[in-house]
């Protein structure tokens, strides 16, 4: 497998020129991340995930984690390098300092976690979801449970786990069976769950596990789950260990891709029942874990920008290495280098430009966040609260399919090489297809984006992001490089048509959810490809004013010009596509009955 080099330059530009930050750096408690901070973070965080965390990835796949009588030991080296992770303080770099994290904004947490998931899923898997449990902790634990648990979750020294599904519930969390009986001020936890990921491991002392339960007196459905904190190990008032929790590993699965990441099934109360301590209040836990979900969600469609940038790595060194054939105008029959190849650089073009606007997308949705807490202006901060919400089931579900798209081009570039295991290719793409399963099926992100984010508030929200999108086409057309400014009449088009897309799904599905159900992903793509035009034509902007004042990487400036050109003559096209099928397809699907097949 090829080498993992951050693209540090790319990272920069989209956080200096699209995601704001000298603006985010202005906002109350992100004073600290001054050009100068960012760059030292960025470049040390590059050399841990190229240096450290990319060597074991190839090993982790072959070697897997091992489950023995209880026991998960992670591949050779994974330990280690947790320590070295936790040692930099890499596990809460957006986290506020007064809870013990670095205090930098979520964007250019955003660019670490991306540097994770490039250099090596697997690993990455762990802190990502301890980062969700933090979530919880942050938002919902009380000044107690915090005092107990948060300063090591927040280090790492110990790690967090979310524990929903169930071998009967699956994405139906409403059919959970997992009980929680009261007793004297705690609960007493006994169940099954499934998919848990890093649930037991042996890289930490102590796993905290959110976990969702039912109360004997519960309401049926969703209405009656209740959250619980489990630790592995109880907690002493003093902070030490105490006895081991009636909680075991039974099983790890074998799978497609990130075989490093221990996959666990749980057992809850084998021996009268693990205590568990209540989060918040009782029936209320389904809410409380959609915090967790929702920064889960984000951190999947990370996960897919950092696996198709190491694919769109592994595919241009393959592609100038590789010599067959003689060049398509050339009479000598000296083979070349395969990136010679007009549809070999094609090919390299579609992937650098869905990793180049998924980058942007994720940078940007990354900054709303930081600025959704922290303006003090109420216009920008329902502004970058609508994007935050309407996009975050883009970022998951557009990024996750492009990492399977993308990593599934790798493959392609490679050739017949790219179908055997040791170039590392394969495992890329073993690895991608997970994204669009987990945290919610991309199915299910886009009935969110369509019943939750469109629907309920009759497409305010959905306006202000169109809004958002306008903004950066007018930069476009106010571009003063006449290359530049000619695409803004096909992102002009682009998001037309997703307004077109939005507003019939306004007249036509609200009554009719079905209806709904049957074109939400095509309308889920056709956003993602149309905020990826925009914020790519943003960036081509940005780089013809750097090249204009003479100032940056003038080759850089250059390319990402032509980047955004390819995407807009080769990607947009797609968003017709996904509005036509936004627009008629509905019947067409809902006519297809569960006897046709």
């Given at each position: 497998?090829?080498?993992?080099?951050?693209?540090?330059?790319?990272?920069?530009?989209?956080?200096?020129?699209?995601?704001?930050?000298?603006?985010?750096?202005?906002?109350?408690?992100?004073?600290?991340?001054?050009?100068?901070?960012?760059?030292?973070?960025?470049?040390?965080?590059?050399?841990?995930?190229?240096?450290?965390?990319?060597?074991?990835?190839?090993?982790?796949?072959?070697?897997?984690?091992?489950?023995?009588?209880?026991?998960?030991?992670?591949?050779?080296?994974?330990?280690?390098?947790?320590?070295?992770?936790?040692?930099?303080?890499?596990?809460?770099?957006?986290?506020?300092?007064?809870?013990?994290?670095?205090?930098?904004?979520?964007?250019?947490?955003?660019?670490?976690?991306?540097?994770?998931?490039?250099?090596?899923?697997?690993?990455?898997?762990?802190?990502?979801?301890?980062?969700?449990?933090?979530?919880?902790?942050?938002?919902?634990?009380?000044?107690?449970?915090?005092?107990?648990?948060?300063?090591?979750?927040?280090?790492?020294?110990?790690?967090?786990?979310?524990?929903?599904?169930?071998?009967?519930?699956?994405?139906?969390?409403?059919?959970?069976?997992?009980?929680?009986?009261?007793e004297n001020g705690h609960y007493r936890i006994q169940g099954q769950k499934i998919y848990i990921t890093y649930g037991e491991h042996d890289m930490v002392d102590n796993i905290i596990h959110m976990v969702l339960a039912r109360t004997p007196d519960a309401p049926a459905g969703s209405k009656g789950i209740s959250l619980f904190i489990v630790p592995k190990f109880m907690v002493n008032d003093d902070g030490s260990l105490g006895r081991r929790n009636d909680l075991r590993c039974v099983s790890i699965e074998h799978k497609l891709g990130i075989k490093?990441?221990?996959?666990?099934?749980?057992?809850?109360?084998?021996?009268?029942?693990?205590?568990?301590?209540?989060?918040?209040?009782?029936?209320?836990?389904?809410?409380?874990?959609?915090?967790?979900?929702?920064?889960?969600?984000?951190?999947?469609?990370?996960?897919?920008?950092?696996?198709?940038?190491?694919?769109?790595?592994?595919?241009?060194?393959?592609?100038?290495?590789?010599?067959?054939?003689?060049?398509?105008?050339?009479?000598?029959?000296?083979?070349?280098?395969?990136?010679?190849?007009?549809?070999?650089?094609?090919?390299?073009?579609?992937?650098?430009?869905?990793?180049?606007?998924?980058r942007a997308l994720a940078y940007t949705v990354g900054a709303a966040i930081d600025r959704q807490s922290r303006v003090a202006d109420a216009a920008q901060r329902s502004e970058a609260q609508a994007i935050v919400e309407v996009m975050t089931p883009v970022v998951k579900s557009w990024l996750s399919d492009m990492a399977c798209q993308v990593a599934s081009i790798n493959v392609q570039v490679h050739g017949g090489m790219g179908f055997i295991e040791e170039t590392g290719a394969a495992q890329l793409y073993r690895d991608a297809r997970i994204l669009?399963?987990?945290?919610?099926?991309?199915?299910?992100?886009?009935?969110?984006?369509?019943?939750?984010?469109?629907?309920?508030?009759?497409?305010?929200?959905?306006?202000?992001?169109?809004?958002?999108?306008?903004?950066?086409?007018?930069?476009?057309?106010?571009?003063?490089?006449?290359?530049?400014?000619?695409?803004?009449?096909?992102?002009?088009?682009?998001?037309?048509?997703?307004?077109?897309?939005?507003?019939?799904?306004?007249?036509?599905?609200?009554?009719?959810?079905?209806?709904?159900?049957?074109?939400?992903?095509?309308?889920?793509?056709?956003?993602?490809?149309?905020?990826?035009?925009?914020?790519?034509?943003?960036?081509?902007?940005?780089?013809?004013?750097?090249?204009?004042?003479?100032?940056?990487?003038?080759?850089?400036?250059?390319?990402?010009?032509?980047?955004?050109?390819?995407?807009?003559?080769?990607?947009?096209?797609?968003?017709?596509?996904?509005?036509?099928?936004?627009?008629?397809?509905?019947?067409?699907?809902?006519?297809?009955?569960?006897?046709?097949?």
């Open positions: 497998m090829t080498t993992y080099a951050a693209p540090l330059q790319d990272m920069r530009f989209v956080l200096e020129e699209i995601a704001g930050l000298p603006q985010l750096a202005r906002l109350p408690g992100l004073e600290e991340a001054t050009a100068d901070t960012v760059e030292a973070v960025l470049g040390e965080a590059g050399r841990l995930a190229g240096e450290v965390l990319a060597p074991l990835n190839r090993g982790g796949d072959i070697e897997s984690s091992i489950y023995e009588n209880g026991v998960v030991r992670t591949p050779t080296g994974f330990a280690a390098a947790y320590g070295q992770f936790v040692a930099g303080g890499w596990n809460a770099v957006a986290v506020e300092a007064e809870a013990g994290g670095q205090g930098l904004p979520q964007a250019v947490a955003t660019a670490t976690m991306e540097m994770w998931n490039a250099a090596n899923m697997s690993f990455a898997l762990c802190p990502m979801l301890n980062g969700g449990a933090l979530e919880i902790m942050l938002q919902y634990g009380s000044p107690e449970q915090k005092a107990r648990y948060l300063g090591k979750m927040v280090t790492g020294e110990w790690t967090g786990t979310m524990n929903l599904t169930e071998p009967q519930a699956g994405s139906d969390l409403g059919a959970l069976k997992t009980r929680a009986i009261r490093a990441s221990p996959t666990c099934v749980l057992a809850f109360g084998d021996n009268g029942g693990a205590i568990g301590y209540l989060v918040g209040e009782e029936n209320r836990g389904l809410e409380y874990m959609f915090s967790m979900m929702n920064v889960e969600r984000l951190g999947v469609g990370i996960q897919g920008l950092g696996l198709a940038d190491r694919a769109l790595q592994q595919a241009i060194s393959y592609a100038k290495e590789r010599r067959q054939s003689r060049a398509i105008d050339s009479k000598d029959l000296k083979p070349v280098s395969i990136i010679e190849h007009p549809d070999v650089r094609r090919n390299l073009g579609t992937m650098r430009a869905l990793v180049e606007a998924g669009p399963i987990y945290e919610g099926t991309n199915g299910i992100q886009a009935l969110d984006l369509v019943m939750r984010k469109l629907l309920r508030d009759s497409g305010q929200a959905f306006g202000q992001v169109e809004r958002w999108l306008n903004h950066m086409v007018v930069q476009v057309e106010e571009c003063a490089d006449p290359v530049v400014a000619a695409l803004a009449p096909r992102l002009t088009e682009g998001l037309n048509r997703a307004h077109q897309a939005g507003q019939w799904l306004l007249r036509n599905t609200r009554h009719t959810p079905a209806r709904a159900a049957a074109v939400a992903t095509p309308f889920l793509n056709l956003l993602g490809v149309v905020a990826g035009g925009c914020l790519m034509g943003a960036a081509a902007a940005a780089a013809a004013r750097r090249l204009a004042a003479g100032a940056g990487d003038a080759a850089f400036n250059k390319q990402k010009i032509k980047t955004t050109r390819f995407y807009v003559d080769n990607i947009m096209p797609y968003a017709e596509a996904e509005a036509r099928r936004t627009l008629e397809g509905a019947e067409s699907a809902l006519d297809l009955t569960p006897g046709d097949f």
